[in-house]
């Protein structure tokens, strides 16, 4: 576990190869903005610029905002891996303020867990509807447990807002919404960096986190919840 000051909350990932070598790769978010807090000496290559990254669904206006918030996250990841085979076996250490957590995995899943990170809190206004997950961020987690943290938290949000006297959205349309805008995003992102990386550890990582976008879409667009009625039987 990490001791860190009450203002941060850091997440440091430790990639250990088979020739022992260990990258590190820490990631600062600024406890109330959910924001990344960036390195003070940054590289700003030209493919980062909006007007060269924009994707399809993106807000932000190329006149107030020079550079894509999301690429120069990306940043680190593309020149720290883009030499590397992303089916590679690692022994993956990750450190939070809570606990640790350890597996041998591909680096592909391994870098996917760091880019669920990286891009939520990049500043991009459509992965940002996905900081609540933040606070409750699982490495390695499976669908299920993905599902499970997504819908709960965003029925949670619902109740509260009904107990302050708002319009709860039970139908969970704007969920569906959210995930729709996120898959959406990592088809453009994938096209773009595919030609950026040497190999394909980064365009596959990006492909496992489209994987779990488009599932917790097909559950809530075919109203598929009764499936996970098993694990809350008890609740009803």
Request: proline share 5%; glycine share 2%; hydrophobic share 40%.
């Amino acid at each position: 576990m990490i001791k860190t000051p009450d203002d941060k909350i850091y997440f440091n990932y430790h990639f250990t190869f088979s020739n022992d070598t260990v990258k590190t790769i820490t990631a600062i978010v600024d406890r109330k903005t959910l924001s990344i807090i960036e390195p003070q000496h940054r590289y700003f290559p030209e493919w980062a610029k909006l007007e060269n990254f924009k994707c399809p669904n993106c807000p932000l206006n190329p006149e107030e905002h020079t550079y894509c918030p999301l690429a120069l996250n990306l940043q680190t990841i593309l020149s720290e891996f883009n030499d590397k085979n992303s089916f590679e076996l690692v022994e993956v250490l990750v450190e939070t303020p809570v606990r640790n957590y350890q597996k041998k995995t591909s680096l592909q899943q391994g870098v996917s867990s760091l880019l669920g990170i990286l891009m939520v809190t990049s500043g991009c206004p459509v992965m940002g509807k996905l900081k609540p997950l933040l606070y409750f961020h699982l490495p390695f987690a499976s669908i299920e447990e993905t599902e499970v943290r997504a819908l709960s938290l965003y029925l949670l949000a619902q109740y509260v807002k009904m107990i302050k006297g708002e319009e709860p959205d039970w139908e969970m349309n704007k969920l569906k919404k959210i995930y729709e805008d996120v898959r959406t995003l990592n088809h453009h992102v994938s096209k773009k960096i595919v030609n950026l990386s040497a190999k394909d550890a980064n365009i596959n990582s990006l492909i496992v986190l489209n994987n779990f976008a488009e599932f917790v879409t097909i559950i809530l667009g075919e109203k598929t919840i009764e499936e996970l009625e098993f694990y809350l039987k008890e609740f009803f």
